[in-house]
Nanobody, 122 residues
Framework: QVQLVESGGGLVQAGGSLRLSCAGS????????MGWFRQAPGKEREFAVA????????YYADSVKGRFTISRDHAKNTVYLQMNSLKPEDTAVYYC???????????????WGQGTQVTVSS
């Protein structure tokens, strides 16, 4: 069993930055690939970025490529999402998720956090 807790969301002006954290618990957490998804009001949950269990491979959605960076710290059982050059369209609830391999689809992930709100004002 893996439990995930996101933090770091908030309100930021366009062009600003935020860093989200996803703290994981459970003996097998470090063996999971991790993904960040986001869901805006009235829209489906969409893939943003993922990282392999080793941290050696990453995959970004075109909408965040060049602005967001995912990383993980195995010693701290934590995955980070550094978000720079934020835009109003980045406003959403951000969820981290754990799965067996990098995947851009929600069914590919077994465990989910509760989400953290990110609001970008124009």
């Amino acid at each position: 069993q893996v439990q995930l807790v996101e933090s770091g969301g908030g309100l930021v002006q366009a062009g600003g930055s935020l860093r989200l954290s996803c703290a994981g618990s459970g003996r097998t957490f470090s063996s999971y690939a991790m993904g960040w998804f986001r869901q805006a009001p009235g829209k489906e949950r969409e893939f943003a970025v993922a990282i392999s269990w080793t941290g050696g491979s990453t995959y970004y959605a075109d909408s965040v490529k060049g602005r967001f960076t995912i990383s993980r710290d195995h010693a701290k059982n934590t995955v980070y999402l550094q978000m720079n050059s934020l835009k109003p369209e980045d406003t959403a609830v951000y969820y981290c998720a754990a799965g067996r391999e990098i995947c851009t689809r929600t069914p590919g992930y077994n465990y989910w956090g509760q989400g953290t709100q990110v609001t970008v004002s124009s």
